[in-house]
């Protein structure tokens, strides 16, 4: 979608949502600005201005950085060190972000600024505004940051935005001042504070926690029609997912979850008494009102973490217009964030885990009652087998890339700086187990589909079942002679993974 027909979103009394930071990235929604947060932003900066005018000691505007904070600023100085404030600390390294990463970093500084704390000059918050809105993208290396604000990557932002390094101009990358006068911009001029207010937050970090809340969100979906789907198949005892069961021990989000299932399966035959198997299933059907149920918490508390860090001032020092001062703190520090967001990414694990022993399950006569491997020409045939091996590699990499990284890592700035949250890169672990988990719930939906053939019941489903079976049928065909698999899980994976268009 071009940025000129693109919806717009207003920055106003109504900070952005989670949802517009993922309009703005993934659909390149415009951004338009309200009287009122210009009207907030100048207020914070004559603040700004009245403490300079004073000379009067404030972090990041008339004293050094970092282990720097003991040396004054000399007056002359002021706007030049703000220039070197980006430069300096533009030491990121690896592969560049992607495009729609870019974006979300950008328009979360934007909201950070619009909250009114960080001081800025207008004329800097409405430049970042128009260049994303212009489509302007600089090339931001992806490691660097460990979440005691996203100083790398912010800087690497801003020095393209002062006609610095490159930048990607509608597919194109070229040199920023290239770039910057293609789009009909000008370099961004800073004055004392400036280059600081741009770098000092945890952008990168929360946009891209936006865009992970908009994929998860739609898997966590994809995930229960799998799971219905699944339970037809297997002829699963739907007793677990009984409210009165679930009610003798609310634990959180089993009920929502029971209910959600219970409505995919409506009019399914497998409602019917004694349509189930077994009395009891293996625990990987038996328990999913339960690991689902805390998936959909654990979904929750992240949104919650990610929603206060989105329209919250955590520049420091925080401008406090309404009093006239600036104060110094640790707002920025992402503690309570990474928390909610490792542990997410654990119970994204304990689904993977659930979903690829149903996977497995639905493959051995044993469990399921059908032919092994679900291959319909008996075993001369491969069916389904090979497949184990994927499922269990992605099931194994999701288990690792679950394990906590956010312990504090190396003291720096000469030990001033001896905490941090390593932010980026639990977001980064994150996507990397969405991807993969993704995959697996595309197997559970080719792999249950097959099953509920092979078993005779595809015609007796309920109907959000129905739909699931119908949606892998209308692009996957039934196995019957070996084909390679793998395109039928990258069709079916990227198709549930698209988000709204």
Not at 16 to 32: G, Q
Not at 275 to 296: F, I, N
Not at 361 to 378: E, N, V
Not at 491 to 501: D, F, K, S, V, Y
């Amino acid at each position: 979608m071009s940025a000129t027909h693109s919806p717009s979103i207003t920055f106003s009394a109504s900070p952005p949502t989670i949802e517009d930071i993922a309009a703005i990235a993934r659909r390149h929604a415009r951004i338009e600005i309200s009287a009122e947060v210009e009207a907030r932003i100048m207020a914070a900066r004559a603040v700004v201005d009245r403490y300079t005018e004073r000379d009067l000691p404030v972090y990041g505007l008339t004293t050094g950085l970092g282990a720097g904070v003991d040396t004054r600023l000399a007056t002359e100085d002021l706007v030049a060190f703000q220039m070197r404030v980006p430069q300096a600390r533009a030491v990121g390294v690896g592969k560049p972000l992607a495009q729609e990463s870019v974006r979300a970093m950008m328009a979360v500084r934007a909201v950070g600024m619009a909250a009114g704390g960080s001081g800025v000059s207008l004329n800097v918050f409405r430049g970042l505004i128009a260049a994303i809105n212009a489509g302007v993208h600089p090339v931001v290396p992806s490691l660097g940051s460990i979440g005691a604000a996203d100083l790398a990557p912010l800087a690497h932002m801003s020095r393209a935005l002062l006609g610095f390094g490159e930048i990607e101009l509608g597919g194109e990358v070229l040199p920023a001042g290239i770039a910057l006068e293609r789009a009909g911009l000008r370099p961004l001029e800073l004055a004392p504070k400036d280059g600081h207010a741009l770098v000092v937050a945890n952008s990168l970090s929360i946009g891209l926690a936006c865009l992970a809340l908009e994929d998860i969100e739609r898997l966590f979906d994809w995930s229960l029609k799998a799971i219905a789907v699944a339970f037809e198949a297997f002829r699963a005892n739907v007793s677990v997912f009984d409210d009165r069961a679930l009610a003798a021990r609310p634990a959180f989000g089993q009920r929502r979850v029971a209910a959600q299932l219970m409505e995919l399966l409506s009019g399914s035959s497998l409602l019917a008494a004694d349509a189930a198997r077994r009395l009891q299933d293996p625990l990987s059907y038996r328990c999913t009102p339960q690991v689902w149920g805390a998936l959909r918490h654990a979904i929750d508390e992240a949104r919650q973490a990610t929603e206060i860090d989105l329209v919250s001032s955590s520049d420091n020092p925080v401008v406090i217009a309404s009093e006239g001062v600036i104060l110094a703190h640790g707002n920025f520090d992402m503690t309570a964030f990474v928390l909610a967001w490792e542990r997410l990414g654990q119970a994204m694990a304990h689904c993977a885990a659930g979903t690829a022993y149903r996977i497995m399950k639905i493959m051995s006569p044993g469990m399921s009652d059908l032919p092994r491997f679900l291959t319909p020409m008996g075993q001369s045939r491969t069916g389904f087998a090979t497949v184990q091996k994927t499922v269990s590699a992605m099931e194994a990499e999701i288990r690792h890339l679950a394990m906590p990284v956010s312990l504090s890592p190396l003291p720096v700035a000469d030990g001033v700086e001896d905490q941090a949250s390593m932010a980026p890169g639990v977001l980064a672990k994150t996507q990397a187990i969405v991807e993969r988990l993704r995959y697996l719930v595309a197997i559970e939906l080719i792999a249950s589909a097959q099953a509920l053939e092979l078993r005779g019941v595809a015609g007796e489903l309920g109907r959000g079942s129905a739909e699931a079976y119908a949606f892998v049928r209308s692009h996957v065909p039934a196995l019957e002679e070996d084909r390679a698999q793998g395109p039928d899980f990258a069709t079916i994976a990227a198709l549930i993974g698209l988000g709204p268009q």
